[in-house]
């Protein structure tokens, strides 16, 4: 079964920068769409960035201009490049991918970024 990781969490100021990582236990050649979501405290998961197979990618609007999602084929490996980052940005960060194979989507356990002074 597909496994999911992320990492590259941690506690930073505000206007500093975090890269996340997110690698899947098999190929992404076999992956789809792959995203990262993130769930504020005592709020509902929402989707920061998605980059599809053909290299397009989405942004929710509060991140635009902040943050870049990239996927890298020969390390099975997404990631997302967050600067600026501000207090509201402080979430618990998931990866999702979606499995040509399987035709589901498997999540990561997720990975804490916390903007604090």
């Known amino acids: 079964q597909l496994q999911v990781a992320e990492s590259g969490g941690g506690l930073v100021q505000p206007g500093g920068s975090l890269r996340l990582s997110c690698v899947a236990s098999?190929?992404?050649?076999?992956?789809?769409?792959m995203a990262w979501y993130r769930q504020p405290p005592g709020k509902e998961r929402e989707l920061v960035a998605r980059?599809?197979?053909?290299?397009?990618?989405l942004y929710v609007d509060s991140v635009k201009g902040r943050c870049t999602i990239s996927r890298d084929s020969a390390r099975n490996a997404v990631y997302l490049e967050m600067n600026s980052l501000k207090p509201e940005d402080t979430a618990v960060y998931l990866c999702?991918?979606?499995?040509?194979?399987?035709?589901?989507?498997?999540w990561g356990q997720g990975t804490q970024v916390t903007v604090s002074s």
């Open positions: 999702l991918v979606y499995s040509r194979t399987t035709y589901q989507n498997y």
């Open positions: 980059i599809f197979t053909n290299g397009a990618t």
């Open positions: 098999q190929s992404i050649v076999n992956i789809g769409e």
